[in-house]
């Protein structure tokens, strides 16, 4: 019945003779009336209004007849602005007798007392008036009056103004509007909200007034976080019978709003409702999806909902894929779990969202350009998506131990000759950082992986480049997983470590660069063989790769010379050709304090009398010599 104020409008007729017949109407015309308004929405949008002038004339008569002592808007229309309302309706003069001064124009209506004391004295009036309970209708019949006018029912939306005088200073500074405070009051409720629904499709395709305000917004607002509602069935029909008609834009709102609304008993109902609706309307699916999250629903009702999303996941954009995976994952049970998340990690791809373009980029382009460029370009829109993705599985994981135990197992029993994809590497990554009691898990699945040449190269490369921002804020746990590769025997996995190293460096910020730096140099100087060729390895490679980051960190490697005593020949002179790049490259500006160390230490060594550091010495020198000469050569190609 919310529709019949839209359905007068449409037909031409004033709303005030349509209403002063509407009780000799059936109460079974709801569905007709959704109906109709369905068929003339598009003359909704191009019907004028009445003249001001007939309008003015035509609810006088009309509202004369079917209410006692209506309010005309003629009436209203003499005001002047901000003047206080005078009446002699029961709506105004009960008003005013329990506290609220209403007020013209656009000024806010006035609340002189305190809330709580204007709904006791309201009820108390009406309750106790000898024709209750008509004074009902005869109260809400002025209130349908007074809101004809457009200012007026503007103000009973917004907040009121509350006078600070001695009875109210003590109370809360956050005033309600009028129409909250009569929703207050059980013996008043239905009726106003009744009146609200009524009046709304006047505005639906209103977007915005010219003071700003959506009115419709306003309205739902109303409902927002009621102490009690006495027909929240009734309640719930109407929302749900607005949103099947309400444009795109206010349907996604009025969806949303629906659990600072609902009642715990309407959950299943308007569950099965929005159920519908997805499948009806795809442009809903985010708002609806977030709704059911937050509702107690049925578990056969989520698995149809989940089911349904599984299907068009591989459809959706990017921007939405936050919300329905949090869905997803939020239906998930013990009986289901690992079925779930591998269907999910089927279906998932992000690497064919994520900057297609920035993807065919060839990391020898990337080494040229050097890391401050490229991290450049990574700030975008897309990016912002992802990470919320993340955010989310993450929170899900660190909650759910069936959901991290899942997706680890889902990746493992993935079969060797299946292309495995960015998101499995990440998704380990991300679990190992997050759920500490999953670890061993983990590197066991990892070293298998790796050993069987699934992990490769190449699916770790393009990890950091797709998941950089992500896997930035895991980078401790990156490099304890790593430290932990590296004292394998398995070369593969050594290798594998490696590249963790070599790409937190390159990829992430200064912080993490000299973290690895770090832990690289704590390799150097474990006294283990593999551990520290596997590290001089990285440094060897970080030096060419990205000369200008590491000589920020030279420090940290000028350190590795207090240990020569525990290298072979092999691993000094890797060591000198290091820092000798670093000291004497001409691409760069020199650097003194590693020349001076690096003279200190070979005249020391080459003075020695003991073979074993002259022979130091003598490696030093001669890898020293070779790289000054090597980058002195390079300098002069240009010229020829």
């Known amino acids: 019945m919310?529709?019949?104020?839209?359905?007068?409008?449409?037909?031409?007729?004033?709303?005030?003779?349509?209403?002063?017949?509407?009780?000799?109407?059936?109460?079974?015309?709801?569905?007709?009336?959704?109906?109709?308004?369905?068929?003339?929405?598009?003359?909704?949008?191009?019907?004028?209004?009445?003249?001001?002038?007939?309008?003015?004339?035509?609810?006088?008569?009309?509202?004369?007849?079917?209410?006692?002592?209506?309010?005309?808007?003629?009436?209203?229309?003499?005001?002047?602005?901000n003047e206080v309302e005078e009446n002699d309706s029961v709506f105004v003069k009960f008003l005013k007798t329990s506290g609220i001064t209403l007020k013209t124009g656009e000024s806010q209506n006035q609340l002189a007392v305190d809330q709580i004391v204007f709904q006791k004295k309201l009820f108390q009036t009406l309750r106790k008036h000898p024709s209750y309970p008509t004074i009902i209708d005869e109260f809400v019949s002025g209130l349908e009056s007074y809101i004809e006018d457009q200012d007026s029912f503007r103000n009973c939306l917004l907040s009121c103004e509350r006078l600070q005088d001695e009875e109210t200073s003590m109370g809360t500074s956050y005033c309600k509007s009028l129409i909250k405070l009569l929703l207050g009051i059980d013996i008043l409720q239905p009726a106003v909200i009744k009146v609200l629904f009524e009046k709304l499709p006047e505005f639906l395709f209103e977007k915005v007034n010219s003071d700003g305000i959506s009115i419709p917004r306003l309205i739902i607002n109303q409902l927002k976080w009621l102490d009690r509602v006495v027909d929240s069935k009734d309640l719930t029909t109407k929302i749900m019978q607005l949103i099947?008609?309400?444009?795109?834009?206010?349907?996604?709102?009025?969806?949303?709003?629906?659990?600072?609304?609902?009642?715990?008993?309407?959950?299943?109902?308007?569950?099965?409702?929005?159920?519908?609706?997805?499948?009806?309307n795809t442009l809903l699916t985010v708002p609806i999806l977030d709704v059911l999250s937050s509702l107690q629903l049925e578990s056969k009702l989520l698995i149809k909902v989940r089911q349904l999303v599984m299907?068009?996941?591989?459809?959706?954009?990017?921007?939405?894929?936050?919300?329905?995976?949090?869905?997803?994952?939020?239906s998930v049970t013990p009986t289901d779990a690992l079925e779930v998340i591998s269907e999910l990690r089927e279906k998932l791809d992000l690497q064919h969202c994520i900057l297609p373009s920035q993807c065919q980029v060839s990391l020898s382009k990337l080494r040229n350009k050097g890391q401050a460029s490229f991290s450049g370009n990574r700030e975008n829109s897309s990016q912002d998506c992802v990470t919320l993705l993340f955010d989310v599985i993450k929170s899900a994981i660190r909650y759910e131990k069936i959901i991290s135990e899942a997706w680890i197992k889902a990746i493992e029993t993935t079969p060797s000759e299946t292309e495995h994809k960015i998101f499995d590497l990440a998704m380990l990554l991300i679990i190992y950082s997050t759920n500490t009691q999953t670890k061993k898990y983990i590197e066991r699945v990892l070293r298998n992986k790796i050993r069987s040449g699934c992990f490769e190269e190449d699916l770790l490369q393009g990890t950091f480049y797709i998941h950089y921002l992500v896997l930035k804020d895991v980078c401790p746990s990156i490099l304890s997983l790593a430290q932990s590769l590296l004292n394998s025997l398995d070369q593969s996995i050594i290798s594998f470590g490696s590249l963790l190293y070599r790409y937190s460096f390159m990829f992430f910020d200064t912080y993490?660069?000299?973290?690895?730096?770090?832990?690289?140099?704590?390799?150097?100087?474990?006294?283990?063989?593999?551990?520290?060729?596997?590290?001089?390895?990285?440094?060897?490679?970080?030096?060419?790769?990205?000369?200008?980051?590491?000589?920020m960190n030279a420090v940290f490697v000028k350190g590795i010379l207090d240990y020569l005593d525990n290298m072979s020949p092999q691993q000094i002179r890797k060591l000198f050709c290091i820092l000798s790049t670093l000291a004497f490259s001409k691409q760069h500006e020199a650097s003194s304090h590693i020349q001076d160390d690096?003279?200190?230490?070979?005249?020391?060594?080459?003075?020695?009398?003991?073979?074993?550091?002259k022979l130091i010495g003598i490696v030093g020198a001669v890898t020293m010599a070779g790289i000054m000469a090597a980058d002195s050569t390079s300098s002069l190609i240009p010229q020829l």
């Not at 209004?49 to 229309?77: F, M, Y």
């Not at 834009?249 to 959950?267: N, T």
């Not at 591989?314 to 329905?324: E, G, K, R, Y």
């Open 512 to 551: 993490c660069q000299q973290e690895v730096i770090g832990a690289l140099v704590t390799h150097v100087c474990s006294r283990n063989e593999v551990e520290v060729d596997a590290a001089l390895d990285v440094l060897l490679e970080l030096v060419v790769l990205s000369p200008s980051a590491m000589r």
């Open 2 to 81: 919310f529709y019949v104020t839209a359905r007068a409008r449409c037909s031409g007729v004033s709303v005030a003779s349509y209403r002063a017949g509407k009780s000799k109407r059936r109460a079974g015309d709801t569905f007709s009336v959704v109906t109709y308004l369905k068929k003339t929405l598009v003359r909704m949008i191009s019907k004028r209004r009445l003249s001001v002038s007939e309008d003015k004339v035509s609810l006088t008569a009309d509202t004369s007849e079917a209410r006692k002592q209506p309010l005309s808007k003629k009436t209203k229309k003499s005001h002047v602005h």
């Open 244 to 280: 099947s008609v309400a444009p795109l834009y206010l349907q996604h709102d009025f969806v949303i709003s629906l659990p600072e609304i609902l009642g715990d008993s309407q959950h299943a109902d308007v569950g099965k409702e929005l159920s519908d609706l997805l499948t009806e």
């Open 311 to 330: 299907s068009k996941l591989s459809s959706v954009s990017l921007d939405d894929l936050p919300v329905i995976i949090k869905f997803i994952l939020h």
């Open 598 to 613: 690096m003279h200190m230490v070979i005249r020391k060594q080459l003075s020695s009398t003991i073979f074993k550091y």
